[in-house]
């Protein structure tokens, strides 16, 4: 791993990062492009609300790194595509890494690259997919010194809702937190636990490793707000939200809520105050 790209990445002072993920049209579901459309306005409106990092696939990188100066958020690539959360669900599932991924991200100027290691009941296939992707993507990413974020993603039955919905038990996450570490993460992105007190097990499952907290689906503000601070209360060292920020009616106004309490300890009530909510005075 290259602490030099990961300079780039951690704030120097909180040693925290916000990593805004838009690199939602990889897994072919619509309604994760919400707030998307126009991309390259989305990329614009994160800029100028100055994230640390933003997390896009190898097709899109293009449109923040081709901006010029050196103040912009870092760039993480993505480097996996799955069909694991259609509506319903296609009776063949599937997840794939770019072969030349590293060498992608090399080009791209990016500071980190990340992978999927998933746990969907009944299709182990795929848990066997994404640890092939990680060996292959920690072999090249070693040799090129670019760091990579492994995403432990633990899923309920598909039966729910016709697709795979994320399950919070804070065992089987730090279960799956722990095999991403032996499989050699140099970062890890995970979800909440259903018990958000109870975050401390999966920081403590990692070791030294950081763990950034992975936003999920849509939540109202100050319950995202709360859970973020428990979490940053008991060691994450960042926050990897996409839908909870490009979703929002005031995308900018979110960001700075987050990097507010990320980099200044800025509480709930504080961060709350710095989103536009829409009221009429």
Known sequence: MDVYRLNRFFNPASGRVLDVAIDHGFFGERSFLDGTEN???AID???DAAPDAIQLTPGQGRLLQQRPGKDKPAFVMRTDIANVYGVPLDEHLYSHHFEDAVERAVRLDAAVVVANLMQ??????IREANIRSIMALK??????GMPLMIEPLVMRDNSENGAYQVDGDVAKIETLVRQAVELGADLIKADFSSN??????VIEMAGDIPVLVRGGGRTSDRKLLERTRVVLEQGAKG???GRNIVQHRDPAGITRALMAMLHEDADVETALSMIDTGEQA
């Not at 958000?196 to 097990?201: G, I, L, N, S, V």
């Open 45 to 47: 409106v994160l800029v």
């Open 196 to 201: 958000a007190e109870d975050y401390h097990r």
């Open 239 to 241: 926050l990897v939200y």
């Open 139 to 144: 072999s090249t990413s070693e040799r090129y």
């Open 120 to 125: 969907l009941p009944g299709r182990p296939e």
């Open 39 to 41: 991309i390259t306005h």
